[in-house]
């Protein structure tokens, strides 16, 4: 199972462009479709891998890092494509 909740990542996209370093708190996964409704919202990686993972163009949600290394409370979802991690 591969780890995807709290891991640290690099933004590098351009559709937020005031994202930096951030770490992921759940997962948006598409399954092959675009009505949202039929999404999955997962926030553990069992349940994440049981889903079959998160691929390239599913979303994930993040928080920021702070300059303090604090987590900011706002959140954005980028696409799983946009992030280098860092760990």
């Known amino acids: 199972m591969e780890k995807i ?6 933004y590098k996209g351009r559709e937020h462009p005031y994202l930096r370093e951030v770490v992921i708190i759940r997962a948006f996964i598409a399954r092959d479709t675009d009505d949202v409704d039929n999404h999955l919202y997962l926030d553990n990686d069992a349940d994440i891998a049981a889903a079959g993972g998160v691929k390239p163009a599913d979303r994930v949600e993040v928080q920021p890092v702070l300059p ?3 987590l900011s409370w706002v959140t954005s979802d980028p696409r ?3 992030l280098e991690f860092l760990d």
């Open 68 to 70: 303090d290394g604090r």
């Open 80 to 82: 799983l494509a946009d």
């Open 5 to 10: 909740i709290g891991r640290r990542a690099r």
